[in-house]
T-cell receptor
Framework: RKEVEQDPGPFNVPEGATVAFNCTYS??????FFWYRQDCRKEPKLLMS???SGNEDGRFTAQLNRASQYISLLIRDSKLSDSATYLC?????????????FGTGTRLQVTL | EAGVTQFPSHSVIEKGQTVTLRCDPI?????LYWYRRVMGKEIKFLLH????????ESGMPNNRFLAERTGGTYSTLKVQPAELEDSGVYFC???????????????FGPGTRLTVL
């Protein structure tokens, strides 16, 4: 079983739609959670961290359910520029244990 | 501020040859990481330097891979001899000195695309 599981997609949605991605992780010791965005043939870039209380950044909302070991990302009012692969990433306790564990990513294609 | 840079951007070599990848982290970032994405798979951790010391090398696939960070600045990752399954994109990332329980954001370089024929 992979440490971080994501639906690879692709998710094809029209502009203006709301789309949600889900992710599950297997290591209950994971302490930090992130969504990264990766454009085609580019490097991953941090989109947002995910906090237990849930957090929002503009059109993006992330939620964490520690009991179910489940993370979600909601994108409202999708734009063409949101087309990318969204990577679910977890990290164990901070300090020296800093390696990131990635999911395979969920591809989003926003169309006119 | 300059980001993480990697050289070369692409490398095509034959099986059995040696390749050396270079990463220059963001200035002042003590933490340097190497990751790899093999086609069709997720990005996987290779190793983590804190300054010049290897903090965690649990992800290194085998002894054909050698990473160094002499002087605690740039890092090199050498593959010798390269095999077909080493093909993929090698990413380097860096982060500032760790502070707090959750650590710091890792900033990724553009990657080196390695093809072994």
């Amino acid at each position: 079983r992979k440490e971080v599981e994501q639906d690879p997609g692709p998710f094809n949605v029209p502009e203006g739609a709301t789309v949600a991605f889900n992710c599950t992780y297997s290591n209950s010791a994971s302490q930090s959670f992130f969504w990264y965005r990766q454009d085609c043939r580019k490097e991953p870039k941090l989109l947002m961290s995910v906090y237990s209380s849930g957090n929002e950044d503009g059109r993006f909302t992330a939620q964490l359910n520690r009991a179910s070991q489940y993370i979600s990302l909601l994108i409202r009012d999708s734009k063409l520029s949101d087309s990318a692969t969204y990577l679910c990433v977890v990290k164990p306790m901070g300090g020296t244990a800093s390696k990131l564990t990635f999911g395979t990513g969920t591809r989003l294609q926003v169309t006119l | 501020e300059a980001g993480v840079t990697q050289f070369p951007s692409h490398s095509v070599i034959e099986k059995g040859q040696t390749v050396t990848l270079r990463c220059d982290p963001i200035s002042g970032h003590d933490n340097l990481y190497w990751y790899r994405r093999v086609m069709g798979k997720e990005i996987k951790f290779l190793l983590h330097f804190v300054k010049e010391s290897k903090q965690d090398e649990s992800g290194m696939p085998n002894n054909r891979f050698l990473a160094e960070r002499t002087g605690g600045t740039y890092s090199t990752l050498k593959v010798q001899p390269a095999e077909l399954e080493d093909s993929g994109v090698y990413f380097c990332a860096s982060s500032p000195p760790t502070s707090g329980r959750l650590g710091n954001e890792q900033f990724f370089g553009p990657g080196t695309r390695l093809t072994v024929l």
